[in-house]
């Protein structure tokens, strides 16, 4: 008896063994997953994504057969985006394998996973929404602006006329954002826009009566500071509109390899002007050029 159950041991043990030599471990579940990218060092530059508006973002999507990379068109005026498309041929412990035979390393802390090729070195975090995001099509999803949509009249945004500051952010695609306030006849008011420390956008402020009509327009404060500042005295108490965009939109319209985009304040007042300093040094600049995005250089 003893030795019969000593032979039925050893087979189920061989058949232990065959099956473990024949098993193979999936470590794709361990990365599968959507993923919106942190910070990119590429080519020794180190960009912080995390800082930057949903528009801007980089996402990538790893299934068990597909590496996708997502980013929004340059001019992000279009209803398209760029896609990236790898075919996953394995993944191991440690790297994932293409079909034409490169190979991506990843490590795993916490949250993050991290990818790196050739000392390109990419930080990521799980991605929990739409993709592509609603707003690299459409500017009235804008994620950085909470006064959107604003681009026309019907939806401008309301702003008191005692001095107090809004916050808001000037997009790409000939963005333009729409105001509206009450003003008494007999008093002078004062327009004023100025773009944020990080960015040095141009921006122009056109004021309009209720009916439409063109009242005043105002680019530059000086030669050497160029966010502008209306000063205006109402003609007839009622509400009155007017639109900030930035200059080379409104010298030409349409044109998206001029565009600009960056953060602003706004502020109507009757006596004062914004109460920080003005910005020194802003000279009128020349047609803005485009930025190029990294992502084309990650493993190419």
């Known amino acids: 008896m003893n030795r019969w159950l000593k032979i039925g041991s050893l087979f ?3 058949l232990v063994m065959v099956a473990c030599e024949d ?5 794709t579940s361990d990365i599968v997953g959507d993923y919106i990218v942190q910070t990119a060092t590429i080519e020794g530059t180190t960009t912080d994504y995390s800082a930057k508006p949903l528009e801007e973002a980089w996402i990538i999507d790893i299934s068990e057969d597909n590496y996708l990379s997502y980013e929004n068109e340059i001019n992000q005026c279009d209803s398209t985006f760029n896609l990236d498309i790898r075919l996953i041929d394995s993944v191991t412990d440690t790297s994932i394998v293409f079909e034409d035979g490169t190979d991506l390393y990843y490590s795993i802390s916490d949250v993050l996973l991290t990818l790196n090729s050739d000392n390109d070195v990419l930080t990521l975090i799980e991605y929990g929404s739409d993709i592509p995001p609603p707003s690299w099509s459409d500017l009235s999803q804008l994620t950085n602006d909470t006064y959107e949509p604003d681009g026309t009249l019907s939806q401008a945004t309301s702003i008191s006329a005692a001095g107090t500051i809004q916050n808001h952010y000037s997009a790409f695609c000939d963005d333009e954002d729409y105001y509206i306030f009450e003003a008494l006849g007999g008093t002078s008011y004062i327009i004023e826009a100025e773009a944020g420390p990080s960015t040095d956008i141009d921006l122009t402020i056109s004021l309009y009566s209720e009916s439409g009509d063109s009242i005043s ?3 530059d ?5 160029v966010d502008p500042r209306l000063e205006w005295t109402c003609g007839v108490s009622g509400n009155y509109y007017f639109i900030v965009k930035k200059y080379w939109d409104y010298l030409d319209p349409g044109n998206s390899e001029d565009d600009e985009k960056g953060a602003y304040t706004i502020r109507v007042d009757v006596t004062k002007a914004l109460l920080t300093a003005p910005r020194t040094n802003t000279m009128k600049r020349l047609r803005p050029v485009q930025a190029t995005y990294q992502r084309p250089r990650f493993l190419d």
């Open 217 to 219: 327009y105002n680019d």
């Open 12 to 14: 189920y043990l061989g």
């Open 221 to 225: 404060q000086t030669s050497s500071n």
């Open 23 to 27: 098993a193979v471990i999936d470590y």
